[in-house]
């Protein structure tokens, strides 16, 4: 008996491990992803942005739509003079949105007009495999 509770032990552990890699490699790519698409809206381009993002972003939010929110959000705190990740956390529900992959990330942000901010951006796999922006907020 105490080798069967070994031996499920030990899988178990192993799977959590195999897990939790997996998490981390759909963390570094969606970051990469997030820090990709986070430049076209440093450099205001509302356009390549939207065509940048996620299917479930575009069907969400009208291009001229999002072009006039980008700008109305952004223009106001004027060039972004630095960023970094604070935390990621890899989901497969978030509330609203359908099941799939996504990870939600917390930047620490800073622009000339606002000395704190904190962006979210949300990538999800796409159904390809690509990792892409499904949801943007700053605070």
């Known amino acids: 008996m105490k080798l069967f509770v070994r031996i499920a032990t030990a899988a178990f552990s192993l799977a959590v491990l195999v897990a939790n890699a997996a ?3 759909a963390i570094v790519k969606a970051t990469a992803a997030a820090t ?3 430049a076209l809206t440093d450099a205001g381009d509302g356009a390549k942005s939207w065509k940048a993002a ?5 069907a969400a939010v009208p291009q001229a739509k999002w072009e006039q929110s980008l700008a109305a959000a952004r223009g106001p705190l004027g060039p972004l003079k630095g960023r970094k990740v604070s935390s990621a956390t890899y989901s497969r529900t ?3 949105a359908p099941d799939g992959e996504y990870v939600v ?3 620490s942000s800073q622009f000339a007009n606002k000395a704190s901010a904190v962006e979210t951006v949300t990538p999800m ?3 390809d495999g690509t990792w892409k922006v499904s949801g943007y907020y700053i605070k």
């Not at 996620?54 to 575009?58: P, T």
């Open 23 to 25: 998490n981390e490699e």
């Open 36 to 38: 990709s698409w986070l």
């Open 54 to 58: 996620a299917s479930l972003f575009q």
């Open 94 to 96: 978030l509330p609203g």
């Open 105 to 107: 990330i917390q930047f």
């Open 125 to 127: 796999r796409e159904k």
